[in-house]
């Protein structure tokens, strides 16, 4: 018989719990598949672990596995400069030529705080690769600040315009390793992962991280097969996406959003802000791309969340898209409700699947299990 596991309130009627469920059934077998978690009022409302995390050894995905968070990462590389700013160590006013003094001298603009909300109009380092880099030759973050460097001009004046920007949270992850003193990776384990004992949650960096435990291989149907598609050029980049982490670890995260046991809420707060362009809400390029979700509309960001509302629900959420992994959190603050899917396969819509979640719970009728 098959493992679920599956916990349900029994205030959610029945005909939703049907739908809820139906939703991950076609994920179970021997395929690549997904790890899912419902938190509703601080308590695991559904739970479910389905297919596999390596078509090799066909080890099953369970909540302790591993997946590549990609650009979910961006939410723990803010988490990493707000707790460095409440320490002193650095400021969201400092200019990146503070760090980087032999930056061109158009990055004197730009401070921290454009970094984090995607309004430093720095130029995307994935653009700017050639064919030296590749799945098994990946590029650095100190080879993409140099290829930044390289660069006679923003794509914009900073916060003038919106554009999501891989290039600012990986110049983030060299800037925190900086201020911090010691790899990005170690100032993550010791300012959030090791006080908020998320033991399986790392950055990973091949030959100087621990292998991570239990961890999803990425796959990409092509045709009838899967292939492994678990590695890229961009990799090893790793304050724009480099974390693993599963949804056992994630649920101590979401835990320590509510409770604001990292950052009090008042200092919390500026994550939550959306940054405003001349007084107002910036747009998505009108450039269709692949990491523009919306072209051309109004977009909310803060500190690594996107805060648009959903239905009129407010809400704070990212995605994560690499070569192998689809990734989201959607949580709903003011009804204590989080989603969180990781899959280890790139033909589900996990934003859409989180979403067809939150619509099946209703905040004025379901209730945790006591």
Known sequence: MRKLLLILATALPLAAQSKMESLFTPFDGKNPGVSVLVIKSGRTFYERAAGVRDLKSMSKITAATDFRLASMSKQFTAMAVMLLVKDRQMKFEDRLTDYFPDFPEWGRAITVRHLLTHTAGLPDYEDLMDKRWSATHQITDAEALDLIKQQKEPKFAPGTKWAYSNSAYVLLGLIVAKAGKEPFPDVLHRWIFEPLHMKHTLAYVKGQSADVPSRALGYSKKGSEWVDTDQSSTSATLGDGGIYSNTADLAKWDEAIRKSTLLPKSEFSAALTPVLVNGALPN???????????????????????????????????????????????????????????????????????????????????????
């Open 284 to 370: 998505w390029p009108k450039e269709p791309g692949e990491d523009n979700l919306a072209p051309g509309k109004p977009v909310s960001y803060g500190f690594g969340w996107f805060l648009d509302d959903y239905k009129g629900r407010h809400r704070m959420w990212h995605t994560g898209t690499t070569s192998g992994f689809h990734t989201v959190i959607e949580r709903f603050p003011d009804e204590e409700l989080t989603i969180i899917i990781l899959a280890n396969r790139t033909d589900l819509d996990v934003a859409k699947l989180a979403l067809q979640v939150a619509d099946l719970m209703d905040a004025r009728e379901v209730m945790p299990r006591k």
